[in-house]
């Protein structure tokens, strides 16, 4: 299993609106919060903090919570415990895209959630979450 993917959402146009965040630091603390529930296997309540802010169905949210749910034993299993989590960098686009990545660190192993934010107007909004165990993209 050289990659894992349990979900992949980029520049998806929906019609819903969502709430936005209004400051790079307002996404970056949310950002910092979701991987902290993330880690402590809170998955439901982090995809539900981010439904506001997230231009997506909520169907496709829970779609998400639901296929890691039923993943993360296996990530639990070949990984290890779950230890902690580490901010990586902040990336961006000119003014209109950010992207963090953090280091999810278990026992045997870690892997990496990126989330991309959106700016189409005044206000930052959810672009994707992802997460991979391939880690050859944190080297620079």
Same mark, same amino acid.
Request: proline share 4%.
């Given at each position: 299993?050289?990659?894992?993917?349990?979900?992949?959402?980029?520049?998806?146009?929906?019609?819903?609106?969502?709430?936005?965040?209004?400051?790079?630091?307002?996404?970056?603390?949310?950002?910092?919060?979701?991987?902290?529930?993330?880690?402590?296997?809170?998955?439901? =309540?982090?995809?539900?903090?981010?439904?506001? @802010?997230? !231009?997506?169905? *909520?169907?496709? +949210?829970? /779609?998400? #919570?639901?296929?890691?749910?039923?993943?993360?034993?296996?990530?639990?299993?070949?990984?290890?415990?779950?230890?902690?989590?580490?901010?990586?960098?902040?990336?961006?686009?000119?003014?209109?895209?950010?992207?963090?990545?953090?280091?999810?660190?278990?026992?045997?192993? =870690?892997?990496?959630?990126?989330?991309?934010? @959106?700016? !189409?107007?005044? *206000?930052?909004? +959810?672009? /994707?979450? #992802?997460?991979?165990?391939?880690?050859?993209?944190?080297?620079?």
């Amino acid at each position: 299993m050289k990659y894992i993917v349990l979900m992949m959402l980029s520049l998806i146009s929906v019609a819903a609106s969502a709430e936005g965040f209004k400051t790079e630091k307002d996404t970056r603390d949310f950002s910092d919060a979701l991987v902290s529930q993330i880690v402590n296997e809170k998955f439901q =309540a982090a995809f539900d903090s981010a439904k506001p @802010y997230w !231009p997506l169905p *909520e169907v496709e +949210i829970d /779609s998400i #919570v639901n296929k890691i749910s039923q993943q993360w034993p296996v990530v639990n299993q070949r990984f290890g415990k779950s230890v902690d989590a580490e901010f990586i960098r902040k990336e961006s686009i000119g003014k209109s895209f950010l992207r963090y990545y953090y280091l999810h660190k278990f026992d045997n192993h =870690a892997i990496y959630w990126r989330i991309d934010y @959106y700016k !189409p107007k005044e *206000e930052w909004k +959810i672009n /994707s979450v #992802v997460f991979l165990d391939s880690l050859d993209v944190l080297y620079k």
